[in-house]
């Protein structure tokens, strides 16, 4: 019982007419779960503190019931835009209408009530965000729901279709930096480590959640599609799963890794393989969205970036709020960049950060074309062919959100990099030598890093973040070819392939003796 005041903390202390108004929040250390506890009419707020914490609810009622017993009202409302609309645009629409594109064909954006978001102080955000790290509560225990007010403020906790995703390692590459780039505050943010293996779970728990509020409102969604490298489809089939929600993914044939193409296979998803690159699926799945009652998945649809805005909330949070020097997060269909931008923005308009750490947007040279707009300084800008890439979720030579990516670079003093098919598997392998396990995207954005580092961009002492964005063993082909030197043109310099040896005691000291001097002489 007395952990009721507790659950209740994250609803109570939103409501501007409670006696507790963030206007009147003390600015210096204050927990919503402290406030509630000692501001509660409940009558167990008199237990002693270790007994309020404690929490069990009813037998009969599962964590879904429990939070529809908790739940009320609030004034906060998100609705879609056009994209970097004219200030006098009226143009809006609600999120239960099914668009993807403004009246004239642009991108459309999530955009939030900030005034009435406004209304509670950054210290207030920060300290509702940070009560509800780590906890199983329903749906607060994820990383991306943690932050429901911010995200789809509107959607009933019931509706919510999520495996706690989020929250996930950030990571002090301690000997990475200072081995190969003499820095001593570098880190990695480990999307990756998700429930699919990578950062799209974070977009399609929001956008299959509003999917499932659409088809309890019978809106005529009957599936929901999407084109995909391999991440996305992971997601969108998991999640859909989950929800028991038909799911429908177009996949470029013989493109995309073992591991991506098993999940949706795994999870039910009807898996169409088109002999086509990534572009062509994404052309296609918008042709057949427009005509179907299928909800498309892909980043196009911007619920998907209120989601994936939270891994950059979340880095500032996993930095006591305080702000990184530089970001650097590896492009494709470039709706991420842009989601990082909004995260950090938002922060920042809302007071909980006082700047935004400069982005860098790192792409794999043979599919570059936000790179080669970069380099035109932003002149115009013209899609590419995709090369094959070992980064083979981000060979996309039309990106979707080019006009997002671009804004973002040019509001966070951005810049943008490459990476060529050696450069990003030696990173690769460099950064697994020290004891990660990364996909070949995030080979790209330490490229880019390695870059920046040389050319005195980024300094030694610059806190430094770089996202992974996807779990290594998604990508184990590209490192067995690596490690067992068996790629054209490539010296593979850092391979280190496994030693044939005879089962005999003899031959087995042999080449452990010879091991453990080369160790030795390096000592
Ligand atoms: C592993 C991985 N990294 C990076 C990206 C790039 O993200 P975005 O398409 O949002 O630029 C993708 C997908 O495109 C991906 O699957
Ligand atoms: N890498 C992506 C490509 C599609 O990106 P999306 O964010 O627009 O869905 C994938 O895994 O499919």
Not at 68 to 85: D, I, K, L
Not at 321 to 339: F, K, Q, S, T
Not at 485 to 505: G, H, L, S, T, W
Request: aromatic residues 10%; neutral net charge; hydrophobic residues 40%.
């Amino acid at each position: 019982m007395a952990a009721c005041s507790m659950f209740r903390t994250s609803y109570f202390s939103l409501q501007p007419h409670h006696p507790l108004t963030p206007h009147r929040f003390p600015t210096t250390h204050f927990t919503p779960i402290e406030a509630t506890i000692s501001s509660s009419s409940d009558p167990t707020a008199t237990a002693p503190p270790s007994n309020k914490l404690k929490h069990r609810r009813p037998a009969d009622e599962n964590i879904r019931d429990e939070a529809r017993r908790h739940s009320s009202s609030h004034n906060f409302s998100a609705t879609y835009v056009p994209f970097n609309a004219d200030p006098t645009s009226t143009e809006s629409y609600s999120l239960d209408e099914i668009v993807y594109r403004s009246r004239s064909g642009g991108l459309l954006d999530v955009q939030h009530d900030m005034e009435a978001l406004k209304k509670f102080d950054g210290q207030y955000w920060k300290s509702l965000f940070d009560s509800r790290v780590g906890k199983t509560t329903w749906p607060f225990g994820s990383g991306v729901w943690s932050k429901k007010e911010w995200v789809l403020p509107e959607i009933d906790s019931d509706d919510i279709v999520s495996a706690f995703e989020g929250n996930s390692n950030l990571f002090w590459a301690e000997r990475y930096g200072k081995q190969f780039l003499g820095m001593h505050d570098l880190w990695v943010k480990h999307c990756g480590i998700s429930h699919t293996g990578s950062f799209k779970d974070l977009g399609m728990t929001v956008l299959v959640s509003q999917v499932n509020r659409l088809r309890k409102m019978n809106r005529p969604v009957v599936g929901v599609g999407c084109a995909s490298t391999g991440d996305t489809s992971a997601a969108l089939s998991a999640y859909c799963a989950a929800a028991g929600i038909p799911s429908i993914v177009f996949l470029p044939a013989n493109r995309i890794s073992i591991a991506q193409l098993v999940q949706p296979i795994a999870n039910g998803a009807f898996v169409l393989s088109i002999d086509t690159d990534f572009d062509g699926c994404m052309q296609l799945i918008r042709e057949v969205t427009a005509e179907l009652p299928i909800y498309l998945a892909n980043s196009l649809n911007s619920l998907r970036l209120e989601g994936q805005k939270t891994a950059a909330i979340e880095i500032l949070q996993q930095f006591d709020w305080e702000v990184p020097d530089w970001v650097i997060v590896p492009g494709g269909n470039l709706g991420n960049i842009y989601a990082f931008y909004k995260g950090f923005h938002m922060c920042k308009e809302l007071g909980l950060v006082d700047r935004i750490p400069r982005l860098v947007c790192a792409q794999a040279a043979n599919a570059n074309p936000l790179y080669l707009h970069f380099k035109s300084s932003w002149k115009d800008f013209k899609p590419v062919k995709a090369g094959t890439t070992f980064a083979s979720a981000i060979q996309i030579g039309d990106p979707v959100s080019i006009d997002r990516a671009v804004f973002a670079l040019k509001n966070s003093n951005g810049i943008v990099e490459e990476a060529t098919e050696e450069e990003l598997m030696d990173a690769m392998a460099q950064a697994d030598s020290t004891g990660m396990f990364i996909c070949p995207h995030t080979g790209v954005a330490l490229t880019a890093l390695i870059k920046l580092r040389n050319s005195g961009v980024i300094k030694p002492t610059d806190r430094t973040v770089v996202v992974s964005t996807a779990h290594g063993l998604k990508f184990t082909q590209s490192k067995i070819d690596y490690h067992s030197k068996e790629i054209k043109d490539m010296a593979c310099r850092y391979a280190n392939p496994p030693v044939q040896v005879k089962a005999d005691f003899g031959s087995v000291m042999d080449v452990l003796k010879k091991y453990l001097l080369s160790k030795d002489s390096k000592c």
